[in-house]
């Protein structure tokens, strides 16, 4: 990995004054998370008329949806290091980034009750058909219960693709909640992974697929994009429902769609597509299934839950700069 570029050249703006590191913030972030980091850097933030010249200016970085390219990258000689809220960095070029020496720090586990508590959600509002429901009552219908149907989640197994933080969560909800057996798989975690958590371990995808709830975290890569096609939904049961609160792309949306269609599986919670926010033009076969609920990409939208990603952003990167 090269070394980061040392400039010579003055200090950027005010950072002469206090001392502090410099940051420059291209995002917005949460107000209680923009306090604490004015406490540790000179904010440069986006409304700030001297945020457009981050990339020639920036030693540090704070985002947290905005897209950083390799283009960003090449102008950015100074940059040292980039703080981004959430887990996900498919929106920042980390090879060029690592070609430059530019360290990136993310927030993963800062997160996972809040996507772990939507997983749940999404999954109660499948089985017990809660969209279909509303959407009748909505439309004026009195709909009387024996027109309702739904399945029990008291006993049944949740499949877990990828054993992180996130997952773990999901695993411990479901297993005191409902009685779970809970199978997992993680090609990259050490056998004993998760030894204080009885489960099952899996040595393939195609193992998890027998769960009556399969739900996915994995990031997004050449290895996982569309990692859940027809073929991998045929082996599922009628009574399956699949949840990806991961990223948009790992689950193949059109085999979805016509599996839905076929009745191969019961239904899907989907927190993440491949079109964010989803709309109804791309979307209207897969919405036309009842039994599909949507949510465009809520996981962490709580208030606590910016909070905290973004303070955690703040001080992974303090840490950093002041070494």
């Not at 945020?51 to 947290?64: G, M």
């Not at 009748?136 to 992180?164: D, F, P």
Request: aromatic letters at 6%; charged letters at 20%.
């Amino acid at each position: 990995m090269a070394p980061s570029r040392i400039d010579s050249s003055p200090e950027p703006q005010l950072e002469h004054n206090s001392g502090k590191p410099t940051v420059y913030l291209i995002d917005e972030y949460h107000p209680d998370a923009v306090k604490h980091c004015k406490t540790l850097f000179n904010v440069i933030g986006p409304q700030d008329p001297e945020i457009k010249n981050w990339r020639q200016n920036a030693r540090y970085l704070l985002v947290k949806g905005s897209q950083v390219t390799a283009e960003d990258i090449a102008q950015a000689k100074d940059l040292k290091a980039i703080g981004k809220q959430g887990v996900g960095i498919d929106k920042i070029d980390a090879a060029a980034c690592k070609a430059a020496g530019i360290k990136i720090f993310n927030t993963p586990g800062v997160n996972s009750n809040a996507v772990a508590e939507l997983v749940l959600a999404l999954t109660m509002s499948v089985a017990r058909e809660i969209r279909p429901i509303a959407l009748r009552q909505g439309a004026g219908e009195a709909v009387s219960k024996a027109t309702c149907s739904g399945l029990i989640l008291t006993g049944r197994s949740i499949g877990l693709i990828g054993m992180g933080n996130i997952s773990r969560r999901v695993a411990e909800i479901f297993r005191g909640a409902f009685g779970s057996h809970i199978i997992a798989y993680d090609p990259f975690l050490p056998a004993d992974a998760w030894s204080d958590l009885p489960h099952e371990r899996a040595a393939s995808v195609d193992e998890v697929l027998s769960a009556d709830v399969v739900s996915i975290h994995v990031p997004l890569v050449k290895d996982t994009r569309n990692l859940i096609s027809y073929a991998q939904l045929e082996r599922m049961q009628p009574t399956s429902i699949l949840i990806n609160a991961a990223r948009g792309g790992i689950v193949n949306e059109a085999d979805l769609a016509r599996a839905l269609h076929q009745g191969l599986i019961w239904g899907a919670g989907l927190d993440c597509h491949m079109q964010e926010p989803p709309t109804k033009e791309m979307y209207a076969k897969l919405w036309s299934s009842p039994r599909v609920v949507s949510t465009p990409h809520i996981g962490a939208a709580t208030d606590q839950t910016q909070m905290e990603t973004a303070k955690a952003a703040v001080d992974f990167l303090f840490d950093f700069a002041k070494q």
